[in-house]
């Protein structure tokens, strides 16, 4: 970023910041842009089917729907007759127009080794290890789990799936053993894709180990095929003669071409699974057509992409939906140049986003709030002294966002010159469902804007009413391409958890408010999901690792304000008679949360109490655990049992150490 540019983000902010401030489109910016008026909405809400058809013409079909949608709550059917193959339209048809030589893939390992893929490299790949997954008996309708570092070979096994027909779910390298083993269950998938390790600061994960583990319990996997990472770093790897194999000698007898599969529009794509209100996570299923349109509209309309020129990047992880629709299928289907980073922000230093950026001459990037507000933390000296200019457009999703690290973004990344779009979305919606486009809307810091073209978010009250302005909870009216099409093998659980709290609606989870102007502000989860760093973690998963101790006799948890991380995992524990309360045991308790979910569930803080805040009628509760956690009043607490419980937790939680 020039200088000029960066002088007086600082000092500025604070008046960017007032209720009136205004951020219209950057002047000059629509002209040439995907959109450049109004005009879309227009058309979309007169008539949305013919809208996402019209959508749904740019992509490649073998055999066009003759139907656009089926729709008998709570489940919808798109583009219904056509055929397609995904793995065509992010790769063959744009090999096959010339642009073969073109980036897909910037590649930069953690350690800074780099790759450049091209399109044709990556359609070859593509090809052979379908023809790996083939030989290893995958077949068109099976479930593949991938569980893999951000390395090249990640988005060629996702594709490879999708060119025979097998269904993949992805699970996330941050994932414990446990974790990684029910979702394979659930999913009972045959063959399993993995790495020999990957990196994190400077650290081996040892993923093939905890594959190794997880498959112990998972009867169904036939086969690992291990891609090579980090070598003998930490040691070698453990084969298993017969069920393990080498990505690199599977590849070395691979044919080289592989037909791809013509699949029905409404045939799974994936599974990918999220956490819900249980200790259950729940298995996403992702459909064929309607996900690859509403991705690929979304991709280009939001981020404004112009694939000739634009060097993408979305710093999230492939194992989230984020990295599913906005690093693999949205950016692949449209043609355009990507940066695929594995590692952190801060690793070997702070100036790696901003080198990146810099080096590759990102155009636009697409990140989390979390970020962003780190960011801002360590302060003036970043990103002090790098060239920033090639941005053009700026992201923002996962939680909301507020004014302030928006501004920032804005000013000190974007130097007043790039949009800043936040994008409201969820696993379950598969695509961008609210967001500025960014040649078009007015935005205000902190504001997720408006439902795109096609799209009808509502606000009701807890009685179902339609909210006009005020607060309320996000409902969407009608069915959208990319909407999940079920939970995996639950249908009740799916028809239970989204279409039947308000008649007629999809809800959300989320609460938001409409201002007197119709801008839409999210405000997080109204649900027992927290939102931690971006990431979905449901409070009765922890719970359950929590009671799941043998020193645990009863645990509640509750997500509470945090200024860089949104919300923070605070534990309130009981323990089993004469246990002591240590802060060793304390931090027994978060190791073994980590251990039984993951590192991201790790609670910041454990606070032990002898007793839990409990209605008359035994229910936990929480909101005053909350209110403790986040240092409120109060109010009213005689349904508790006994009152003089809340005072001695928030007597206990203010002497409490925490993390960090
Ligand atoms: C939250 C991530 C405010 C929200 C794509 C939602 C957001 C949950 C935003 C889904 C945003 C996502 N502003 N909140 N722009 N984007 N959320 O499934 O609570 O990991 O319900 O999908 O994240 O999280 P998920």
Redesign the pocket.
């Known amino acids: 970023m020039s200088d000029s540019a960066h002088e007086p983000a600082h000092a500025a902010i604070s008046d960017f910041l007032s209720e009136e401030r205004r951020f219209p489109p950057p002047e000059g910016f629509a002209e040439g842009a995907v959109v450049s008026d109004r005009s879309l909405y227009e058309r979309a809400e007169a008539d949305p089917e013919g809208f996402w058809a019209e959508q749904a013409g740019s992509l490649e079909w073998f055999q066009k729907w003759h139907t656009v949608l089926e729709w008998e709550l709570p489940n919808a059917r798109w583009f219904v007759g056509g055929t397609l193959n995904v793995s065509v339209n992010c790769l063959d048809r744009h090999v096959a127009a010339g642009l073969g030589e073109r980036v897909a893939y910037y590649f930069e390992g953690e350690p800074g080794d780099t790759r450049t893929i091209s399109y044709a490299e990556l359609l070859a790949d593509v090809e052979r290890f379908a023809n790996v997954l083939k030989g290893l008996g995958v077949r068109r309708g099976d479930r593949v789990a991938i569980y893999m570092p951000m390395i090249p070979e990640l988005p060629v096994a996702m594709l490879a799936c999708t060119r025979i027909g097998a269904a993949h779910s992805v699970v996330f390298g941050g994932f414990s053993p446990d974790a990684l083993r029910d979702r394979i269950n659930d999913a009972a998938a045959k063959v399993l894709i993995t790495a020999d390790g990957g990196w994190r600061r400077g650290a081996v994960v040892a993923l093939k180990e905890n594959a190794d583990a997880a498959v112990a319990g998972a009867p169904s996997i036939e086969h690992v095929v291990v891609a090579r990472r980090t070598g003998d770093a930490d040691g070698p790897t453990p084969m298993t003669e017969g069920r393990d194999e080498w990505w690199d000698d599977l590849m070395a007898g691979a044919d080289p071409s592989c037909e791809p599969e013509q699949m029905e529009a409404e045939d799974l794509l994936y599974l990918l699974y999220?956490s819900g209100t249980t200790a259950k996570p729940k298995g996403i299923m992702h459909s064929t057509g309607g996900y690859l349109t509403q991705v690929a509209f979304t991709h280009r309309a939001v981020f404004d992409v112009h694939p000739e020129s634009d060097v993408y990047w979305c710093a999230a992880d492939i194992g989230?939906?984020?990295g599913h629709s906005y690093i693999v299928y949205g950016p692949l289907a449209n043609g355009t140049s990507s940066v695929l980073y594995e590692g952190t922000p801060d690793f070997p230093d702070k100036d790696r986003w901003w080198d990146i950026i810099e080096r590759y001459r990102v155009s636009i990037l697409y990140c989390a709030p979390t970020a962003i507000r780190t960011f801002m933390k360590w302060g003036a000296e970043y990103p002090d002294g790098h060239d920033l200019s090639s941005l053009r457009v700026l992201g923002?999703?996962?939680?909301?966002?507020n004014p302030e690290a928006w501004t920032w973004y804005w000013q000190t990344i974007g130097g007043g010159k790039c949009p800043v779009v936040?994008?409201?979305?969820?696993?379950?919606t598969g695509a961008i469902m609210i967001a500025p486009l960014p040649a078009v809307t007015t935005c205000k810091p902190g504001s997720?804007t408006f439902a795109l073209p096609g799209i009808s978010a509502e606000l009701v009250d807890d009685a179902g009413e339609v909210v006009e302005r005020g607060g309320g909870y996000l409902t969407l009216t009608r069915p959208w391409p990319a909407m999940l099409r079920g939970l995996y093998q639950d249908p009740e659980r799916y028809r239970e958890t989204y279409w039947s709290r308000f008649e007629g609606r999809y809800f959300?989870?989320?609460g938001a408010k409409l201002d007197e102007e119709g801008y839409l502000w999210?405000l997080?989860?109204v649900d027992d999901v927290m939102?931690v760093s971006?990431?979905?973690i449901s409070t009765t998963e922890v719970e359950s690792s929590l009671v799941d101790h043998p020193s645990v006799a009863e645990a509640a948890v509750v997500g509470a304000k945090d200024e860089t991380t949104g919300q923070a995992i605070i534990a309130f524990v009981t323990l089993r008679g004469g246990q002591e309360h240590t802060s060793e045991r304390g931090e027994d308790l978060r190791r073994h949360v980590a251990k039984l979910i993951g590192p991201i569930a790790r609670p910041k803080t454990v606070i032990f109490t002898d007793e839990l805040p409990k209605t008359r009628s035994g229910k936990i509760m929480r909101r005053l655990l909350k209110d403790v956690a986040e240092g409120r009043d109060l109010g009213d607490t005689t349904t508790l049992a006994d009152p003089l419980v809340v005072e001695e937790i928030r007597r206990l939680s203010s002497q409490q150490p925490t993390e960090e």
Do not use: F, K
């Open positions: 999220t989230w939906v984020t923002s999703v996962g939680e909301p966002i936040d994008t409201w979305w969820q696993t379950e997720a959300a989870g989320d999210l997080g989860r939102n971006g990431h979905r």
